[in-house]
Structures are given as C-alpha cells and as structure tokens.
C-alpha cells in the first residue's frame, strides 16, 4: 500500500509544488485547502493523471474543529507517512501597531494549527509499521526579527520550538523537522524593484525557487536519522548583507 501525504495549504505556489512533487515520487495526496474552488479541483484532477489516490480536505486552520474534521478520512485511510505543515498566513504585523486580532489570526494559523496538524497526524503515524516523517514550513524571517513583521516572525521562531518540542514527543516512531525558506516566490504586495532589492542582499544574491525546498523535503524524508532541526534554505538571507 503506498504512504500518504498530508500538505496543508496546497492549493497554490509552495503548497502546490510540494503536493504535485510528493505525487510524482508515488504518495497517495491528502490536499488541503480553506475553500473547495476551481483551482484545487484542477489540481486533484491533474494529479489523478496516474494511479495516485488524490483527495481534496477543506479545513478553516482558524477552527480547530475543521482540523479535526479533516483528519477524520485520514484516520480512516490509515497509512499516513508525511505531514507537510505549509499553510501559513504573511502579512505586516508591528508589534506597536497590530491589534489582537491579528496577533490572533498569525499565531492560530502559523503555529497552533500547525501542532493541531500534527497532533492529528500522529495517531495515524503512530499504528504504521514504517517510521513517519512530519516537516514544518518555517521561514527565515524566524532568525532576523524583521520590525514590520513582528507577529509573523515570532510565529515562525515559535514554530522551530515547536518542531523540537513535537520531536522529543512523539520520538522514536515519527521524525519532525522544518524547512525555512528565504526568498522563493515573490508575493503580490511586493514590487519587483523591493523584490531585486531584498535578493541583493543575500549572500548568493539570487533568488531560490520551490525546487529547493523540495529538495530538503526529500532530503528529510530519504534520511532516516534526523530529527528535531531545522534546514535553512535561503541562500543565506538570515545573514545578509
């Protein structure tokens, strides 16, 4: 029987790359999404190309017990192997401007719904015969305490903590680790000339695309005895220049 992936927040850019890669390399698909719409539809169809099990969940990361309701067929499917924690939400958040219902919407999805995930995940992880892997999509924002991104940033260091925390839990039988992109896909409130600007002041002065965090997902997945880390994967943007 083939394992299962889990990747939250697949219906576009890093999710969806994530999603169709784990799809390629032979994983039945759990894809989740806030919202059922055209174009995680045309992802699960794409992805039905072959043989693979492709299954879309929708689930608000905000209620918890959407969380738990999506991970109702998942329990029941059984064979669960990767859990990818990749929905999050990016958004300016000044520590002295934000309100409290910000500071709530940015920790709830980028942190708690991420435990939530894997609380979820790890009853079905734990009856697998194989070891399980859950990776955290973290950021490198977590190692530079950006000032206009103050909640999100501490939602992401949160989430390092939690990523050891979950791997001294849940040890021996599942593996957690993150994964902290830095410059991979531009978002739609940045400008091209803001966006040239930030990748100048990497040590690689390049931008990286979602192949590279791909790579360290595999890299987690075909290694066996890491547990409890993080993988940096930003051309040394936490260093720059």
């Known amino acids: ?69 999506a991970f109702v067929k998942v329990k029941a499917e059984g064979n669960l192997a990767l859990l990818v924690n990749n929905a999050a939400i990016f958004q300016k958040s000044r520590l002295d401007q934000a309100d409290v219902d910000t500071w709530d919407t940015l920790m709830n999805v980028n942190l708690r719904a ?14 697998r015969e194989d070891r399980s892997l859950i990776v955290n999509i973290a950021d490198s924002a977590a190692y530079q305490h950006w000032t206009e991104y103050g909640i999100y940033g501490l939602s992401k260091s949160a989430l390092l ?7 001294k839990t849940f040890a021996p039988k599942i593996r ?36 590279d965090i791909i790579g360290a997902i595999d890299y987690l997945w075909d290694n066996p005895f890491i547990t409890g880390v993080d993988i940096p994967v930003d051309g040394g943007y936490r260093w720059k220049k």
């Open 114 to 127: 991420a435990w939530l995930c894997a609380k979820e995940a790890a009853i079905v992880m734990q009856s």
């Open 161 to 167: 903590e939690l990523t050891v925390l979950l791997a």
């Open 1 to 69: 029987m083939r394992p299962s992936a889990f990747v939250t927040g697949a219906t576009n850019r890093l999710g969806r790359a994530i999603a169709t890669h784990l799809a390629d390399r032979g994983f039945n698909i759990w894809l989740h999404c806030h919202d059922r719409n055209d174009e995680i539809i045309h992802l699960q169809q794409q992805l039905q190309a072959g043989d693979n099990f492709v299954e879309i969940l929708e689930a608000d990361l905000l209620q918890p017990g959407q969380i738990m309701q």
């Open 176 to 211: 957690v680790n993150s994964v902290s992109p830095g410059l991979i896909l531009k978002d739609e409130n940045t400008s091209v000339a803001s966006w040239d600007t930030l990748i100048q002041k990497t040590l690689l002065q390049s931008p990286g695309s979602p192949n």
